[in-house]
């Protein structure tokens, strides 16, 4: 499919590296196309980022078929550009769009697409450490109907954010609040997918969080309310004793890519990497008896994020003395290390956009 190309010249520059923020500084460009039954998708085009018309009675807004991910492209001091696995988020997207009834996407043309995108938008690519281009590929269901089905056109975009280091300070360990009244998913929902509706409905427990004092929730399982699944929109790793544990994925745990290559590194390294079943119980005993070394959490906006502190009711545990463990900062840099050009990539990881 061929790419109708559409560019603009803009006076507008991009923000000062320490000025970005996160998620609001919008490049010039987008990638767009359509989906309709007869057509496939079809209609590919890159122009200028704008705002979309579409209908009121647009599925997307009544009923919530919608879906997106987050990936990000890093400059190397060698003036590389680096994306960090592409092909698992647009891997994952296909599967969110199969349990959200939204059809799939060709992955090779997508990537292709991303490049072509990058490469236009390459100023708004910032280069200090820790700053990166955030990626935002999303489908929204697009029918202007009132029925409740399944719509039968889409729109596939992707927009680009240049976003800040998320650790201007260093890696601050951040206080996590366990929900007791909310939960983020249950078995043979939709917890596995990244689709809008999980985050609107996670919003009421981060809002309760945040009056207390508190950066993130750490939600339980749904049925036992004890099993602990991720934390906001992370995946959440422990080390008790020398086992380094995450919950294992049964179908109610966002996937994450970033959870994965901590596996991966800590497989390579020879570490003991548990995937299992961990209650809440079992980590407030472990500090109770001195063994719960570290806590953090892994996703693609912070990389890892060091927990110091859970609030599970009327208890509360300090983990660590206020500084990230040496774990979180050994996983920390692994990865930044690859995305940044620093270390070989010897997990194939990079993609070059050349
Ligand atoms: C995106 C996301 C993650 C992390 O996934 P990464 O691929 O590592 O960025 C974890 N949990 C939730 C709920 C998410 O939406």
């Known amino acids: 499919m061929e790419i109708k190309v ?12 320490s000025d970005l923020g996160f998620g609001q500084v919008f490049t010039d460009h987008m990638f767009v196309m359509d989906y309709s039954e007869d057509k496939g998708w079809h209609d590919s ?24 991910e987050g990936l990000k492209a ?12 592409p092909r698992d988020n647009f891997k994952r997207m296909n599967r969110s769009a199969t349990g959200m009834c939204i059809p799939n996407i060709d992955i ?13 938008e390459e100023k708004w690519i ?3 450490l820790g700053t990166s281009l955030y990626i935002r590929p999303t489908i929204i269901a697009t029918d202007p109907f009132l029925g409740v089905r399944a719509s039968l056109t889409y729109r596939f975009f992707i927009m680009l954010s240049s976003v800040g280091a998320y650790y201007a300070e260093g890696l601050n360990p951040v206080k996590i609040w366990v929900s007791k009244d909310h939960v983020r998913a249950a078995k043979g929902g939709v917890g596995e997918f990244k689709t809008a509706g999980n985050y609107a409905a996670s919003l009421i427990a981060s809002e309760k969080a945040k009056k207390e004092g508190y950066a993130q929730v750490l939600w339980l399982d749904a049925i036992e309310r004890k099993y602990i699944e991720e934390v906001g929109a992370m995946n959440i790793f422990f080390l008790i004793d020398d086992e380094l544990i995450t919950p294992n994925l049964t179908g109610t745990i966002l996937p994450g ?36 070394k570290e806590v953090f959490g892994s996703g693609t906006a ?47 990881w990079i993609e070059v956009v050349d």
């Open 74 to 85: 890093f400059k190397t001091p060698d003036k590389k550009i680096c994306l960090f696995r």
């Open 257 to 292: 890519i970033t959870r994965y290559s901590v596996i991966n590194l800590a497989k390579k390294w020879g570490m003991n990497i548990s995937e299992r079943k961990i209650s809440i119980d079992e980590v407030f005993l472990a500090h109770e008896n001195g063994k719960l």
């Open 126 to 128: 910032p280069e200090t």
């Open 302 to 348: 912070a990389v890892i994020s060091p927990v110091g502190e859970i609030r599970y009711g009327d208890k509360v545990i300090s983990i660590g003395d206020g500084k990230p463990g040496e774990t979180a900062m050994k996983f920390y840099t692994g990865l930044t290390d690859i995305q940044y050009g620093k270390a070989e990539d010897s997990e194939n």
């Open 6 to 17: 559409t560019t603009i010249e803009t006076n507008r520059t991009r923000p000062k590296d």
């Open 45 to 68: 085009r890159i122009e200028p980022y704008a705002d979309f018309s579409v209908s009121p009675a647009a599925m997307v807004f009544h009923y919530g078929q919608a879906i997106f």
């Open 108 to 120: 090779d043309f997508v990537m292709d697409a991303l490049k072509q995108l990058i490469r236009l």
